[in-house]
């Protein structure tokens, strides 16, 4: 036998009671925080602790081994739970991860033991880890990837600015020649929000050019100003991932390089991938600008325009312009995953402000992203008052567009979130009556136009068949789950329930609908 230094003992008796039993036999043995033993785990241990401390021979010893002390990661990320990364997560799995504990949370098995995302390795992570094993739960938490612990270039490790939530944060040099790349493992492929926590200083964009595994698309996503780089805000984007390691990098755009990073929060979603970026596009949308009133879209993924690798999804957006006379250019500017406080934040409106002029309009549908506390990047709760908003709540972000659309002579519209069915069938009920109450508010504060889209999307299809409806939807499309984003046929009959609604409303873009 070979002895193992006095402060292994312990890891070393638990790794061997765990490796000859089960997940449930080794779950028994322990208290209900699954880190501490109860009376029987307490007995077998100290029956192999008796066992441990037989006389050795000199043949039998060794020098006491010293734990590698890690600054910098080592290779790719281990997956989360399996921290020997054998490809299974099992007995083994948790004896490390108790040793981690243990041992004070040592970065060794850091990453991959932090299954709650709140970057350390506690008691909490161990219940997780017991749980999956015991089959109480089969996912953990959204798993956080610290910034100090990536792969960058041009760019230093900081700690000056306070606020961030790791051990340091990256800065990255004022160049366009600098980058972070994330390495990232995920159990599944998908569709990922990706949530970068940052810190920007300046008072201008910081955009960078987002990559994922070297692939020939990017995606540009702006980081405008948090007003200090002692403020750290979480700015989100979707991003499409495989099974297993994916590398995430972020190249700067400007000179001034890119913001602070401080973490990047993975989390699942339904939600499909932004279009990618086409500067062909870009110079397109600043040449619409025209003597003909332009109405422009301020949206999410409901009403984004896909192109045609996407079909059958498309968004409401992308048909408006065949309801309108050849008087009106449509200038559809939805983006996936926005909210009413992360299209403000990422500079989403203001894009449209920098151009919109007399006599233009400013659709504005939001609504289905507000409401997750889980996701502070977009949480806009609304809070009831359109007078005097609390701020941070629907309505205060709200109040952007419609102050913002009015002091440049156009008109606001505003409408309640399109109709889900998801675990709906019919009759169908509109959701988001909470979203309905706070336009119709502002709506008459302000004096603007307002159309409950929700409302008329179920008057209509309650009186389609019921499959016809679901085909209005990618679940009904593809046999998925997904009954909030449109097919084609859905996106072009909700298009034309909005066109039916502004019709109705007493303004000029009324005649100009077919």
Same mark, same amino acid.
């Given at each position: 036998?070979i002895p193992?230094?006095h402060?292994?003992q312990?890891?070393?008796?638990?790794c061997s009671l765990c490796l000859k039993?089960?997940?449930?036999?080794?779950?028994?043995?322990?208290?209900?925080?699954?880190?501490?033993?109860?009376?029987?785990g307490?007995t077998?241990?100290?029956?192999?602790?008796?066992?441990?401390?037989?006389?050795?021979?000199?043949?039998?010893?060794e020098?006491?081994?010293?734990?590698?002390?890690?600054t910098e990661? !080592?290779?790719?990320?281990?997956?989360?739970g =399996? $921290? @020997?990364?054998?490809g299974?997560?099992n %007995?083994? /799995?948790?004896? #490390?991860?108790?040793r981690t504990?243990?041992?004070?949370? !040592?970065?060794?098995?850091?990453?991959?033991? =932090? $299954? @709650?995302g709140d970057?350390k390795t506690? %008691?909490e /992570?161990?219940? #997780?880890?017991?749980?999956?094993?015991?089959?109480?739960?089969?996912?953990?938490?959204?798993?956080?990837?610290?910034?100090a612990?990536?792969?960058f270039?041009?760019?230093?490790?900081?700690s000056?600015n306070?606020?961030?939530t790791?051990k340091?944060?990256?800065?990255?040099?004022?160049?366009t020649?600098?980058?972070?790349?994330?390495?990232?493992?995920?159990r599944q492929a998908?569709?990922?929000?990706?949530?970068?926590?940052?810190?920007?200083g300046s008072?201008?964009?910081?955009?960078?050019?987002?990559?994922?595994?070297?692939?020939?698309?990017?995606?540009?996503?702006?980081?405008?100003?948090?007003?200090?780089?002692?403020?750290?805000?979480?700015?989100?984007?979707?991003?499409?991932?495989?099974a297993?390691?994916?590398?995430?990098?972020?190249?700067?755009n400007?000179?001034?390089?890119?913001?602070?990073?401080d973490?990047?929060?993975?989390?699942?979603t339904d939600?499909?991938?932004?279009?990618?970026?086409?500067?062909?596009?870009?110079?397109?949308?600043?040449?619409?600008v025209?003597?003909?009133?332009t109405?422009?879209?301020?949206?999410?993924?409901?009403?984004q325009?896909?192109?045609?690798?996407?079909a059958?999804?498309?968004?409401?957006?992308y048909?408006?312009?065949?309801?309108?006379?050849?008087?009106?250019?449509v200038?559809?500017?939805?983006i996936?995953?926005?909210?009413?406080?992360?299209?403000y934040?990422?500079?989403?409106l203001?894009?449209?402000?920098?151009?919109?002029?007399?006599?233009?309009?400013?659709l504005?549908?939001?609504g289905?992203?507000?409401?997750g506390?889980?996701?502070?990047e977009?949480?806009?709760?609304?809070?009831?008052n359109?007078?005097?908003?609390t701020?941070?709540?629907?309505?205060?972000?709200?109040?952007?567009?419609i102050?913002?659309?009015?002091d440049?002579?156009?008109?606001?519209?505003?409408?309640?979130?399109?109709?889900?069915?998801?675990?709906?069938t019919?009759?169908?009920?509109?959701?988001?009556?909470n979203?309905?109450?706070?336009?119709?508010?502002?709506a008459?504060?302000?004096?603007?136009?307002?159309f409950d889209?929700?409302?008329?999307?179920?008057?209509?299809?309650?009186?389609?068949?019921?499959?016809?409806?679901k085909?209005y939807?990618?679940?009904?499309?593809t046999g998925?789950?997904?009954?909030?984003?449109?097919?084609?046929?859905g996106?072009?009959?909700?298009?034309?329930?909005?066109?039916?609604g502004?019709k109705?409303?007493?303004?000029p873009l009324?005649?100009?609908?077919?």
């Open positions: 036998m193992v230094r402060d292994q312990q890891d070393w008796l638990h039993k089960s997940a449930n036999e080794v779950s028994n043995l322990y208290m209900t925080d699954g880190l501490h033993p109860n009376r029987a307490a077998r241990l100290a029956e192999l602790m008796y066992q441990a401390i037989q006389p050795l021979t000199p043949q039998q010893i020098p006491p081994v010293t734990d590698p002390v890690i990661p !080592a290779g790719d990320p281990l997956p989360q =399996d $921290l @020997n990364n054998d299974r997560i %007995a083994v /799995d948790l004896t #490390l991860a108790k504990v243990l041992n004070g949370g !040592a970065y060794q098995y850091q990453q991959a033991a =932090d $299954l @709650n970057l506690d %008691a /992570d161990i219940r #997780l880890l017991t749980a999956y094993l015991t089959g109480q739960a089969t996912e953990f938490a959204d798993a956080k990837y610290a910034a612990e990536q792969q270039e041009k760019g230093v490790h900081e000056t306070a606020g961030f790791y340091d944060y990256i800065n990255l040099d004022n160049s020649e600098s980058s972070i790349t994330y390495a990232v493992n995920v998908g569709n990922y929000l990706c949530t970068f926590n940052i810190a920007n008072a201008n964009d910081r955009s960078m050019m987002i990559t994922v595994n070297g692939g020939n698309d990017k995606w540009k996503q702006s980081f405008l100003t948090t007003g200090a780089w002692t403020v750290w805000e979480e700015r989100a984007i979707v991003l499409p991932l495989t297993g390691i994916n590398r995430i990098r972020l190249q700067s400007t000179a001034e390089g890119g913001p602070n990073f973490y990047l929060r993975l989390t699942l939600e499909p991938v932004p279009e990618t970026y086409d500067p062909a596009q870009e110079q397109t949308v600043q040449q619409l025209s003597d003909k009133p109405l422009y879209v301020a949206s999410d993924s409901t009403a325009s896909y192109s045609a690798s996407k059958p999804q498309q968004g409401w957006g048909y408006l312009k065949d309801d309108f006379s050849a008087n009106v250019t200038d559809n500017r939805a996936a995953g926005r909210s009413s406080k992360s299209f934040d990422n500079g989403r203001q894009s449209i402000l920098d151009v919109i002029k007399p006599g233009d309009y400013l504005v549908d939001f289905i992203n507000d409401g506390a889980s996701n502070p977009r949480y806009a709760p609304t809070c009831g359109a007078d005097n908003p701020t941070g709540s629907f309505e205060y972000y709200m109040t952007f567009y102050k913002g659309a009015l440049k002579g156009a008109t606001p519209i505003l409408m309640s979130p399109t109709l889900s069915i998801k675990n709906q019919q009759p169908f009920k509109a959701g988001y009556r979203i309905d109450s706070a336009c119709q508010a502002l008459k504060k302000y004096n603007i136009p307002y889209l929700g409302a008329a999307m179920v008057n209509d299809f309650n009186k389609r068949d019921y499959n016809t409806v085909g939807y990618m679940g009904g499309a998925g789950t997904d009954f909030t984003h449109f097919t084609e046929s996106a072009k009959i909700t298009a034309g329930i909005i066109c039916s502004i109705a409303m007493n303004i009324a005649n100009e609908v077919r």
